[in-house]
């Protein structure tokens, strides 16, 4: 082995607080590697910087307390600073046909974990840390401190929920009956399967938005705060890599006693086929690019979006750091490589577009000063012409 790399490789661990195992699966991989120095050390740090934190992890696990008396789960939380901890629970089945349970009359519903849980519950830590309203969701680990379930908040609280799709169903009820004109349901979307044309994603975007518009009953107030929360949710999507967004994969919450509407928490934001990390992302059904739709958000919605876009790129290195730490704590290394990939482009692909936009409204804005002097100056030599000719004239 090169002795420059063994001797980087080991300063690296040390540094990093790597085992003698973590040290040795270093060497072994790039024992035969023959690419530049500085390539190879970028790519230790980024290995040992995640051993670093699965090492933090396990040892925060293993020093948690024994479960107490009446306790029969661990729930897996983190504090303000990102440091992680066991809570210990008691799971109270209300439902034994389903294994729903309830913790603390907060968390109903329990499945058992498989590594795409893993997956969405870093994007939900992720959602939150940017300030997306996203369904909780946690692991829980039992009594020998070993990953068993997840836990998820209840989005209903006993209030009623329907889907985008039970939303669409309703609708065509009411245009059945005669209640609603066919005219204001516009059926246009239903003709449309691959968005090709900029009518086309801002025909996919406007579809889910029509959707819950066209309920008779929403107050305009509930459905302008619906569409701030729907236009997050694109904008969420796209930075996660996000494959599909179907009508049943978000939808809103009526209030049984008011008859009022929220749009309800962000859950299933991962589906398997966000593993293949390509760029094609179904919207409401309809198959777009993802490229294309960012763009469609910024060029054609950007009133809608500008607030958290402008919010998140201002603070892009920060979030970017510690979307780094949670994707470490809960991914295994090739997913968590993949995911900080995947958002590092995608934001890097919002900021290019704000950037051009506001060169393009610049442009414009000094196309238009420029239009505007002309004409005052010829406004002013025309005024100057006149007078000299009147003063001519007065002479004579």
Not at 128 to 148: M, P, T
Not at 152 to 169: S, W
Request: glycine share 2%; with cysteine.
């Amino acid at each position: 082995m090169n002795n420059n790399i063994l001797n980087l490789v080991n300063s690296i661990a040390q540094s990093h607080q790597l085992t003698q195992q973590e040290t040795q699966a270093l060497i072994n991989k790039y024992q035969n590697d023959t690419r530049d120095l500085k390539t190879i050390e970028n790519e230790l740090k980024t290995y040992a910087s995640y051993y670093r934190i699965q090492n933090i992890k396990n040892n925060s696990i293993k020093n948690a307390p024994p479960l107490t008396n009446g306790n029969n789960y661990y729930v897996m939380t983190f504090d303000n600073n990102s440091n992680i901890i066991l809570e210990g629970v008691t799971l109270s089945v209300i439902n034994p046909e389903t294994s729903e349970v309830i913790i603390n009359s907060n968390f109903k519903g329990t499945k058992k974990h498989s590594s795409v849980d893993d997956l969405e519950i870093a994007l939900f830590q992720i959602g939150r840390l940017l300030g997306f309203d996203v369904a909780e969701e946690y692991h829980l680990y039992n009594s020998n401190k070993e990953k068993d379930s997840i836990i998820v908040k209840d989005l209903i609280n006993n209030n009623e929920f329907y889907t985008a799709e039970n939303l669409k169903k309703r609708i065509q009820k009411l245009i059945n009956s005669g209640k609603i004109k066919k005219e204001k349901w516009v059926d246009e979307y239903q003709k449309l399967t691959v968005a090709n044309e900029k009518e086309d994603y801002m025909s996919a975007i406007n579809y889910g938005l029509n959707i819950i518009k066209n309920l008779p009953s929403i107050l305009e107030e509930d459905y302008q705060k619906i569409e701030t929360k729907y236009f997050n949710m694109l904008i969420f999507d796209s930075i996660i890599n996000q494959s599909e967004r179907k009508f049943v994969d978000y939808g809103i919450i009526c209030n049984k006693a008011t008859k009022r509407y929220t749009f309800a928490p962000l859950f299933d934001n991962i589906f398997p086929s966000i593993f293949k990390n390509n760029d094609v992302f179904y919207l409401n059904g309809i198959a777009c690019n993802r490229y294309e739709i960012m763009e469609c958000l910024v060029y054609n919605y950007y009133d809608k979006i500008k607030d958290k876009i402008n919010y998140i790129l201002a603070n892009k290195d920060k979030i970017l750091k510690n979307i780094d730490i949670i994707a470490k704590y809960n991914l295994d290394l090739n997913t968590y490589i993949m995911l900080i990939n995947n958002i590092t482009t995608n934001l890097n692909y919002f900021e290019k577009l704000n950037r051009e936009r506001t060169h393009s409204q610049q442009s414009q804005n000094a196309g238009f000063a420029d239009i505007t002097t002309i004409g005052i100056t010829l406004l002013i030599i025309v005024i100057f012409s006149i007078a000299i000719a009147y003063l001519i004239y007065c002479i004579r």
